[in-house]
Structure formats: structure tokens, C-alpha cells
């Protein structure tokens, strides 16, 4: 339960931080809105998981960096 409680905050504060690059980012257009859904479909995903108890793509590529 606690794992899918720290996934669900982390998608949360990433889906919030696409929606603040997309508006706020200092980069070109394209640059910005491409990162900003990136970011909010990962933060998205990462909270969608959690509800289902699946392990969400984060998770699964994270071990690699």
C-alpha cells in the first residue's frame, strides 16, 4: 500500500510540473509543450497504476538510469 500511495503523490507532483512547464518553461514552444505532456502522461500513468496495483512505466525504467 505504501508503494502505490509514493507512486500515486510522485505522478501527481509530475503531472503538476508538465502542466508548469508547458505554461511557464523558458524553451522554445515545441520544446516545452512536447516535455510538458511527457511529463503528464508519465505523472498520469504513474497515478493510473496505483489504482489499478500494476507496476506503471516509471517503475519499469527507472532501474536503468
Known sequence: NVYRIVWAAGG???AALGIVVMFFGVVGLPIRIGAGLLMILL???AV???VQSTEC???KFLPFF
Do not use: D, K, Q, V
Request: proline letters at 0%.
Open 12 to 14: 501527481l507532483l509530475l
Open 48 to 50: 493510473w497504476s496505483s
Open 57 to 59: 512505466w516509471l517503475a
Open 43 to 45: 505523472g498520469a500513468n
